[in-house]
């Protein structure tokens, strides 16, 4: 099955500017999903398809994807934005199968 | 207002079953895809299972394969997922997931609280 490959921690000062990575064949057919999640608990979607938003997810956060690397942006960091971030995708077979990054600790200076 | 409440966690022997529930309510059950994800202690996402919005196509992580099985219930508004043979590493919180899609994808915008699963003698 494909694999998902995220940087284990990226830090940012406040108010500047942080991309979060992630890397695989599975993302030359599929588009990535973003979701954050603070400790103790359940994960939030931030964004998905090209580069859509829930609603009530700051426009701070912007998604991108180039070649097999898609990425998550947030534009001018908040102390709330420090979390972890997994991306995720389908499998590149097609199957019914996910597949999700091992995670970025984002750490918000 | 979207819930999807898990349940049936707890602590079990390995080689033991367990059968996990997830509730489901605020929005139309039978529409939507739904999933099974799960985080053992300290670690990181790991999708586990995942059935369209008519139990048409099911998916499993390899890990589970064989092991696990998806089902869903319209008239009661559940997802379950029933583990068979559970080994010390099938310890974790499961997850319940909402799809934003009726068959498959990757974009699950709701999430239960989890319950938890430990395996363990």
């Known amino acids: 099955s494909s694999e998902l490959t995220q940087d284990p921690a990226v830090s940012v000062a406040l108010g500047q500017t942080v991309r979060i990575t992630c890397q695989g064949d599975s993302l030359r057919s599929y588009y990535a999903s973003w979701y954050q999640q603070k400790p103790g608990q359940a994960p939030v979607l931030v964004i998905f398809g090209k580069n859509s938003r829930p609603s009530g997810i700051p426009d701070r956060f912007s998604g991108s994807s180039s070649g097999n690397t898609a990425s998550l942006t947030i534009t001018g960091a908040q102390a709330e934005d420090e979390a972890d971030y997994y991306c995720n995708s389908r499998d590149s077979s097609g199957n019914p199968h996910v597949v999700f990054g091992g995670g970025t600790k984002l750490t918000v200076l | 207002e979207v819930q999807l409440v898990e349940s049936g966690g707890g602590l079990v022997q390995p080689g033991r079953s367990l059968r996990l529930s997830c509730a489901a309510s605020?929005?139309?059950?039978?529409?939507?895809?739904m999933h099974w994800v799960r985080q053992a202690p300290g670690k990181g996402l790991e999708w586990v299972s995942g059935i369209s919005w008519n139990s048409g196509s099911v998916g499993y992580a390899d890990s589970v394969k064989g092991r696990f099985t998806i089902s869903r219930d319209s008239a009661k508004n559940s997802l379950y997922l029933q583990m068979n043979s559970l080994r010390a590493e099938d310890t974790a919180l499961y997850y319940c997931a909402k799809d934003i899609r009726s068959g498959w994808s990757q974009e699950f915008d709701y999430w239960g609280q989890g319950t938890l699963v430990t395996v363990s003698s």
């Open positions: 605020g929005f139309t059950f039978d529409d939507y895809a």
